[in-house]
């Protein structure tokens, strides 16, 4: 195990940073790591890099520190990877990843590759946060950065129901809440609350979705031109999969949106039979079983849907000999 006090010994200028469209889980580890560098070692010079943040996740201390480009002539002793373990995940940021002077990566993607001088990659977790906490010291957390790290958990677990919730991540979600948070408002404002332009895009995404696989699968389109009408950003699209995947024949649930013209983000969920972390990896992406996505490029977004299909299908069919 890799402990936060230990690699942070001498330690005089970090950098951290987390994976692109930076979701729940990513912004609860980077700033949980922030936060309690800045509670514990005040004399420690720390950045946090990260692109732009949903609004929902503002009230989290020194979310206003976050940078959003990064200072492409600072040298840290240490640089900080949470919740991805591929360039590609944190282009932007790359470069103080590679002038470091050590580097760390906290993962928990089957995907994640061993880019860092050190490396503490692991799929069993629940999420990036979960592994966080587990490289603290407990009793040095404050309340900031339990809130932080709490959020993150929730988020990766869709609130505890998804596949890699085990009695410590209960525990550990106990400790987080023992430190004072307001675990409520955490869950109603950052997990369910929408917008009214959030739902009524929602809405148009399951009113537009198509089953196939005799009503096994379910996919979704936006298009750029959907958003704009709309009003809304990647940023607003959270929770559309999740829907999708709670209608009753279905097992695989797809979602995709135009990130650029003809360019698209894939995302998928599945219940108990397909490993959608293989279909992503197949396409460039990552995730886990049960939670994953990638991008790509098409002309027409049904070929995507195709070539998920196919893959589908042979899982299925597995399943069944």
Avoid: W
């Amino acid at each position: 195990m890799i402990y936060l006090d230990e690699i942070l010994q001498g330690v005089k200028t970090v950098g951290i940073t987390g994976h692109i469209r930076p979701d729940g889980d990513c912004v609860g580890s980077t700033l949980g790591v922030y936060n309690y560098i800045c509670d514990n070692m005040p004399q420690v010079d720390v950045d946090i890099c990260l692109q732009p943040i949903n609004d929902k996740f503002l009230f989290l201390r020194n979310s206003d520190k976050i940078k959003e480009k990064a200072d492409g002539n600072k040298i840290y002793d240490l640089f900080i990877v949470c919740d991805c373990a591929a360039f590609d995940r944190f282009e932007d940021f790359r470069e103080c990843f590679e002038k470091a002077g050590k580097t760390v990566v906290f993962d928990h993607h089957i995907s994640g590759q061993e880019i860092g001088d050190m490396n503490m990659i692991s799929p069993k977790l629940s999420s990036c946060s979960e592994l966080i906490y587990e490289a603290m010291n407990p009793d040095k957390i404050s309340k900031s950065t339990a809130e932080c790290l709490y959020l993150g958990i929730i988020h990766d677990t869709g609130v505890f129901k998804y596949q890699g919730v085990t009695a410590r991540t209960m525990q550990i979600a106990g400790k987080l809440m023992e430190k004072g948070i307001d675990f409520t408002n955490i869950i109603d404002n950052t997990f369910y609350m929408r917008t009214y332009r959030q739902s009524q895009v929602l809405g148009k995404a399951l009113l537009e979705s198509v089953q196939f696989c005799d009503g096994r699968c379910i996919f979704t389109v936006l298009t750029k031109r959907d958003m704009e009408f709309y009003c809304v950003t990647s940023k607003d699209l959270g929770g559309v999969v999740e829907q999708l995947r709670l209608n009753d024949t279905v097992e695989v649930a797809i979602f995709l949106y135009e990130t650029e013209k003809n360019e698209y983000k894939v995302s998928m969920r599945s219940k108990n039979i397909v490993d959608v972390s293989k279909i992503a990896k197949r396409f460039g992406g990552g995730g886990h079983i049960r939670a994953a996505g990638f991008d790509m490029a098409a002309n027409d977004p049904r070929d995507i849907i195709n070539n998920i299909g196919a893959i589908v299908e042979l899982q299925f069919n597995s399943a069944q000999r």
